[in-house]
């Protein structure tokens, strides 16, 4: 009995230990913005706010079974073709491009993000970023930035020294915390309705298509690793599931719709003019395939094909008339074109019956702008300067409508949020102290630029 009791105190002292040693969730979201600073600075972030408001269509599935939280759960992509995410402190979680193109359904993209958010829940980034603290490389945002993205265009070169060996090892999740993410997001994945088994799955095309490291980085980059005996863990929590709930019925979702995502993520991320060629040289085989149209029709309006472009997406819009999403896509495309009375028809239409999609209203928006009814375009920039307020474009254009009305302070402050996105801290300021000297003395914002300029290194 007295040994349990000496075990027990040992344990406690050394829980305890570990709990002080951590940093406070104000200093991981502090490490956190610095880190995301240096990722929009070095890598790029896909912006289509309807490739993230997808995410977090799937996060508030996830969410309920999650618990208290410390942070909010932020969401971006980065333009990369390996198979990866990784959570940074604070609450972000990131997903390369390659890994969206990849899954198979909505149910293995649940399973990364179940994973990430066990990570966070757990506070092993929190960890991580102690043992950085103790090795006094807590500073390093851009170093961490560059192991998190790996080399090549994205992460930019990294040489295999001491120190990037040393923040490699400091960042790696120890198996007793992978096993840990594992389970607590198969329990966040299960208690959503998602199929557990895409957990395994999808871990083993990460195993499968590992090789794609090489191109942009060294295998010591590998965010998380996959040894045996972690998929022979989850193997046995995907038998154990299926055995304790043999009737378990799964929550339905849009295959459709997440091929739609996934071919908007394809576009953004390669080169639109071999898109097109192939999916040319595919609809020779597969002629009636309305999503190679749509791919076709995507692909054609990056390339600024628009006729072509609108030709293919209308054919996909009649074979799917159910699925309004794409009637959204081919607002977008005539808005893109100039086709601005299309466009608007089409965006009025398509929101009496979708009154509340952000997208629909974003690109609604700025259509009445460049019709120059700035009357009708202001209410809706302001509706949703909550909802896309971390995505640049929306404070660059809200910032030249407001300089348009002739509202130079607000102006100068949306330009400055515009570049602070990007990673421009110079040209923020700039813009903050501009706005300082046009906004009335009772505006709210003065206050949220004093707050910027004063804690700015270079205020």
């Known amino acids: 009995m007295r040994r349990i009791v000496?075990?027990?105190?040992?344990?406690?002292?050394?829980?305890?230990?570990?709990?002080?040693?951590?940093?406070?969730?104000?200093?991981?979201?502090?490490?956190?913005?610095?880190?995301?600073?240096?990722?929009?600075?070095?890598?790029?972030?896909?912006?289509?706010?309807?490739?993230?408001?997808?995410?977090?269509?799937?996060?508030?599935?996830?969410?309920?079974?999650?618990g208290p939280r410390y942070f909010s759960f932020r969401f971006y992509v980065v333009k990369n073709p390996t198979?990866?995410?990784?959570?940074?402190?604070?609450?972000?979680?990131?997903?390369?491009?390659?890994?969206?193109?990849?899954?198979?359904r909505e149910d293995e993209l649940a399973a990364v993000m179940a994973h990430e958010m066990a990570h966070i829940q757990a506070r092993h980034v929190a960890r991580r970023m102690e043992v950085l603290k103790r090795l006094q490389l807590a500073t390093g945002a851009v170093t961490l930035a560059g192991l998190l993205l790996g080399?090549?265009?994205?992460?930019?070169?990294?040489?295999?020294?001491?120190?990037?060996?040393?923040?490699?090892?400091?960042?790696?999740?120890?198996?007793?915390?992978?096993?840990?993410?594992?389970?607590?997001?198969?329990?966040?994945?299960?208690?959503?309705?998602?199929?557990?088994?895409?957990?395994?799955?999808?871990?083993?095309?990460?195993?499968?298509?590992?090789?794609?490291?090489?191109?942009t980085g060294p295998n010591y980059?590998?965010?998380?690793?996959?040894?045996?005996?972690?998929?022979?863990?989850?193997?046995?929590?995907?038998?154990?599931?299926?055995?304790?709930?043999?009737?378990?019925?799964?929550?339905?979702?849009?295959?459709?719709?997440?091929?739609?995502?996934?071919?908007?993520?394809?576009?953004?991320?390669?080169?639109?003019?071999?898109?097109?060629?192939?999916?040319?040289?595919?609809?020779?085989?597969?002629?009636?395939?309305?999503?190679?149209?749509?791919?076709?029709?995507?692909?054609?309006?990056?390339?600024?094909?628009?006729?072509?472009?609108?030709?293919?997406?209308?054919q996909t819009v009649r074979q799917f008339p159910k699925q309004d999403y794409f009637r959204l896509d081919l607002a977008e495309v005539y808005f893109r074109a100039g086709y601005y009375p299309q466009a608007r028809e089409m965006l009025e239409d398509y929101l009496s019956r979708h009154p509340k999609d952000t997208w629909a209203l974003w690109i609604l928006a700025r259509t009445y702008q460049e019709e120059r009814l700035w009357a009708k375009a202001w209410p809706i920039f302001r509706d949703l300067a909550h909802k896309l307020d971390n995505f640049p474009d929306f404070h660059y254009y809200y910032g030249y409508l407001l300089s348009q009305m002739g509202h130079e302070g607000e102006a100068h402050y949306q330009f400055a949020r515009y570049f602070n996105l990007q990673g421009d801290t110079r040209v923020a300021l700039y813009h903050f102290r501009k706005a300082l000297k046009y906004l009335p003395s009772d505006s709210p914002l003065r206050q949220k630029i004093r707050e910027k300029l004063q804690t700015s290194p270079k205020s």
Do not use: C
Request: zero cysteines.
């Open 6 to 66: 000496s075990l027990l105190l040992v344990l406690i002292l050394a829980w305890s230990g570990a709990a002080r040693a951590l940093i406070s969730p104000e200093e991981e979201a502090q490490i956190g913005r610095k880190v995301l600073a240096q990722i929009r600075k070095r890598a790029e972030i896909l912006e289509d706010p309807e490739v993230t408001a997808y995410l977090e269509s799937i996060a508030r599935r996830l969410i309920p079974g999650v």
């Open 221 to 314: 980059l590998l965010t998380h690793p996959a040894p045996p005996e972690r998929i022979t863990y989850l193997e046995t929590l995907v038998k154990r599931y299926h055995r304790t709930h043999p009737s378990a019925s799964y929550r339905p979702t849009d295959p459709l719709y997440l091929r739609r995502i996934q071919v908007r993520v394809k576009v953004e991320t390669h080169d639109p003019g071999l898109l097109v060629m192939r999916y040319r040289e595919a609809l020779k085989y597969s002629p009636d395939d309305p999503m190679l149209h749509y791919g076709l029709g995507m692909a054609l309006a990056r390339a600024r094909f628009f006729r072509e472009a609108i030709k293919e997406l209308r």
């Open 83 to 104: 198979l990866n995410a990784f959570a940074l402190p604070g609450g972000y979680i990131f997903f390369t491009s390659g890994l969206i193109e990849e899954v198979d």
């Open 151 to 215: 080399g090549g265009k994205t992460g930019g070169a990294l040489a295999v020294t001491s120190t990037s060996l040393a923040l490699t090892r400091a960042l790696a999740y120890s198996r007793a915390e992978e096993e840990e993410a594992d389970r607590l997001g198969f329990e966040y994945l299960t208690r959503a309705g998602y199929d557990p088994g895409a957990f395994l799955s999808i871990l083993q095309k990460i195993v499968r298509h590992r090789w794609l490291l090489t191109e």
